[in-house]
């Protein structure tokens, strides 16, 4: 029973075990989302087939690179890692996260179900929970209807009047910053990679943030929705804000799905959190999340009144020599958004 | 060998040696789920001092195969 990697010309019905095991995306999606049409053969997915032709699992992989010093390690995310229910798929999970690990030399995956969570520690697998999503609600709705709220129609009125006036009493105040400014693009441009260059040394190991990535992930997401922008510091881009706002149980989401800037100039990322929420304000969404991972971020956030919310668990099956340990990974959204999971 | 690999099924499964035979396989055995078998994968490579392929890993269903993968790997 063999082990293949996804192709654009793989059989139709592999596509619709993703959409039916995994997630009812389409094919368009699960050609983005493993670059079936780029140019390097690189494999970024396999699927296992058992004897009838069928398929009983698929696991999927997002490259990046770890950097520690000098040295520079080749890793990959795992994601959309299922198995047809029943007894025929037994052990097709285990084989394809070898498969994975083969094609890389540290995997690595975020969160995981519960299936994830009880079977990578019988593997020997680690995992740390220092990364955290934070949230700001910042709509009377948002903060009316949390919690048993919900349940009781008659104090949803008092509760919406209580709401409105937090909710204005959290709104983030944009400050002004004459050294800083953002300019949205539609694209990130290739002159960016120079400044990721400078910058990685600052947050590493990290995922990648060439324009080329991001360009990729949040550029060309076939559903959109993503808006870029570069960090201007004295005049000249020192980094990148990217945002997105969706809709999630009826609340309008806004997120801040990945940043880069200049960590040693001062008040240059209380600014950015600053600018981001302000923005996010200003299309009104009814609350704000932030995926963080270092002390700096999170005191930002905690400053603008951002609760941490939930950990988001890092797994990881076995660290280069010399690599920083995970819990010194700088993570955003970008590395947990369910668009790319 | 066959005794060696039944003393890991009743380990993993907590069950006694005797309730495997010919007939062990992940519909005659209750409780032989994705994660237990993991379990088992990691016992038998703890037990044998080996590493599965990845193909092998959905093979080791049987007694029978179980016993030919491991005269594979010597």
Known sequence: MPIAALEASSPAHVFEFLDRHVSPRGIAHWRWKYQLDAADAAPRAFYHLQADGSVAGFIGILPTVLHSQANQTRAAW?????????????????ALLRRAQAATDVLLTLQGSADTQAILPK??????ERPAVWVLRTSARAIAVRGPLRERAWLRGPA???????????????????AFALEEVERIPTSYDAVWEARRGEFAPLMERTSAQLDFMCGRYPEGGYRAFLVHV???????????????????RGRIIDALWPRTRAG???WLVREACGILQEHGVDYIECTASAADLERALAGCRFSRLRPVPVWYHRLPDG????DAWFLTYLDCDRAYR | MRDDIIAVFAQVFGRAPEQFGEDTSPATVEGWDSVRHVELVVALEER???????EEVP???????IEDILRHHG
């Not at chain 1, 795992?78 to 285990?94: H, I, L, N, Y």
């Not at chain 1, 004295?234 to 309008?252: N, S």
């Not at chain 2, 093979?59 to 195969?65: D, G, H, I, Q, V």
């Open chain 1, 78 to 94: 795992f994601v959309d890692w299922a198995t047809r229910p029943g007894e025929g798929a037994v052990g097709s999970g285990v």
């Open chain 1, 123 to 128: 593997l020997r697998w680690s995992m740390v």
């Open chain 1, 160 to 178: 919406l009047l209580a709401g409105s006036v937090v909710a204005r009493a959290r709104r983030v105040p944009r400050v002004a910053g004459a």
């Open chain 1, 234 to 252: 004295d005049g000249a881009v020192a980094g990148h804000l990217i945002l997105r706002i969706d809709e999630k149980d009826d609340l309008q």
């Open chain 1, 268 to 270: 240059a990322l209380e």
């Open chain 1, 323 to 326: 690599a920083a340990g995970p």
């Open chain 2, 48 to 54: 044998f001092g080996c590493m599965f392929d990845p």
């Open chain 2, 59 to 65: 093979e080791l269903t049987s007694l029978t195969r």
